[in-house]
């Protein structure tokens, strides 16, 4: 079964860190181009990273360049995505997603952000 | 950045009527539009690829067209499971995702 499982979402307070993971399973993760998205509570949709599927090149949106980095480790099968310097306005559902196979997402892992 | 403009922002729909909702982009993303249901407290679900192809296990009811900057997603005959949030999203480039606000088609 094709599988996304995003986890380390957690309750931080704001200028904090945190590290969140997306184990893929039942495609070959290599092969793949991946995508990090969000949704803030009662709002739509927003791409935050991406990275090629070697993890030589990486994308990000404004909002979090210079404070977001995405990488992977194909050997693990897994994709990162380390937030630092966190704000209130990056509290979200974050989802990772095949860049390519446009239905594979996972459920999603929540990062509150408040004091 | 590319943007995309979906319309109308909710729309009331009595079971087994047509909804169709719209979405625009800012500049051509040739077919790379897809299409999304979301419910409350779950990940969007694939509907349509490419403007006008269904994702594996879509009902037929749904069907997708346009291309350059204008797209259409059509319900055909609206189902109490439809009831959801719409999302577009262009990927004519990979790693600048852009998604539509969304259409929320409610009960009328």
């Known amino acids: 079964e094709v599988q996304l499982v995003e986890s380390g979402g957690a309750l931080v307070q704001p200028g904090g860190s945190l590290r969140l993971s997306c184990a893929a399973s039942?495609?070959?993760?290599?092969?793949?181009?991946m995508n990090w998205v969000r949704q803030a509570p009662g709002k739509g949709l927003e791409w935050v990273s991406g990275?090629?599927?070697?993890?030589?090149?990486?994308y990000y949106a404004d909002s979090v360049k210079g404070r977001f980095t995405i990488s992977r480790d194909n050997s693990k099968n897994t994709l990162y995505l380390q937030m630092n310097s966190l704000r209130a306005e990056d509290t979200a559902v974050y989802y990772c997603?095949?860049?390519?196979?446009?239905?594979?997402w996972g459920k999603g892992t929540t990062v509150t952000v408040s004091s | 950045e590319i943007v995309m403009t979906q319309s109308p922002a909710a729309l009331s729909v009595s079971p087994g009527e047509r909804a169709t909702l719209s979405c625009r982009a800012s500049q051509s993303v040739s077919s790379n539009l897809a299409w999304y249901q979301q419910k409350p407290g779950q990940a969007p679900r694939l509907l349509i690829y490419?403007?006008?192809t269904r994702a594996t296990g879509i009902p037929a009811r749904f069907s997708g067209s346009g291309s350059g900057t204008e797209f259409t997603l059509t319900i055909s005959s609206l189902q109490s499971e439809d009831f959801a949030v719409y999302y577009c999203l262009q990927y004519n480039n990979l790693f600048q995702w852009t998604f539509g606000q969304g259409t929320k088609v409610e009960i009328k």
């Open positions: 990275v090629t599927n070697s993890g030589g090149v990486t």
């Open positions: 997603a095949n860049a390519q196979r446009l239905s594979v």
């Open positions: 490419g403007a006008s």
């Open positions: 039942g495609f070959t993760f290599s092969n793949y181009a």
